[in-house]
């Protein structure tokens, strides 16, 4: 079923019914307050972008800082470990030494008593 384009009432001066002027004049305001708060939301973007990308460089900055500390600490250790570990050789060559010295001397006790001083001798 058609409808013929004359029976359709015409309700343009009705009361209540914007004008086609009216019309576009409130979407030209929604556009507007659309525009305007779009503008507001992207402004807060950028803000927190440049936020995000201050707190990145601060962030690079710290870790490259902790990095040259850490390089620094290790290098610390490792001279912290060979200097433990020439102490401990040397600790273990002295006291080689000197066992060696004290048996020699034991032996030497032993072929000049013809006892062995390891044994306990009791107390006078």
């Known amino acids: 079923m058609t409808v013929d384009p004359l029976e359709i009432e015409d309700t343009s001066d009705w009361l209540g019914c914007p004008t086609e002027l009216e019309t576009c004049r409130y979407f030209l305001r929604v556009t507007e307050n659309e525009v305007q708060e779009l503008t507001l939301q992207l402004r807060k973007a950028r803000e927190d ?16 800082a902790l990095r040259a500390e850490l390089v620094k600490a290790r290098g610390e250790l490792a001279d912290s470990n060979r200097r433990a570990t020439d102490i401990e050789t040397k600790s273990s060559w002295e006291l080689m030494s000197k066992d060696r010295v004290i048996s020699e001397l034991y032996n030497r006790i032993q072929k000049l008593t013809g006892k062995d001083p390891r044994l306990k001798l009791p107390l006078d």
């Open 49 to 64: 972008v440049f936020g995000l990308v201050q707190m990145h460089a601060d962030a690079t900055k710290e870790c490259g």
